[in-house]
């Protein structure tokens, strides 16, 4: 499967983004997707995920109450709401899909992904 990621931009603090992550291929509704981002010079982190069927989610802490995945199989395409934007959200997001189980995606972060897009940048400006 093939991810590309859109909907970055700029934006003030405490403004919103939505993200979306649109896949080609066959079979888009067997795979877990997570949301992920990369702050320079530090390691990939898990930000959000959800299960093949939409039924499930987890979230960081950094990130619970403030962002929402959520997924429209019959698009192809998962979401990324951002609401209440810190700068400290600037950086580059990714989204992801794996054939393995939410469960996986929370506990082993991005080793548990298997496709990848490339990313969208977002900026918060303070």
């Known amino acids: 499967v093939q991810l590309q990621a859109f909907g970055g931009g700029s934006v003030q603090a405490g403004g919103f983004l939505r993200l979306s992550c649109v896949a080609s291929?066959?079979?888009?509704?067997?795979?877990?997707m997570g949301w992920f981002r990369q702050p320079p010079g530090k390691e990939r982190e898990f930000l959000a995920a959800i299960g093949w069927s939409g039924g499930s989610t987890a979230y960081a802490d950094s990130v619970k109450g403030r962002f929402t995945v959520s997924r429209d199989n019959a698009k192809n395409t998962v979401y990324l709401q951002m609401n209440s934007l810190k700068p400290e959200d600037t950086t580059i997001y990714y989204c992801?899909?794996?054939?393995?189980?939410?469960?996986?995606?929370?506990?082993?972060?991005?080793?548990?992904?298997?496709?990848w897009g490339k990313g969208t940048e977002v900026t918060v400006a303070s």
């Open positions: 291929g066959r079979a888009f509704g067997r795979y877990g």
């Open positions: 992801a899909a794996t054939i393995g189980t939410l469960g996986a995606i929370v506990v082993d972060g991005p080793i548990a992904m298997h496709y």
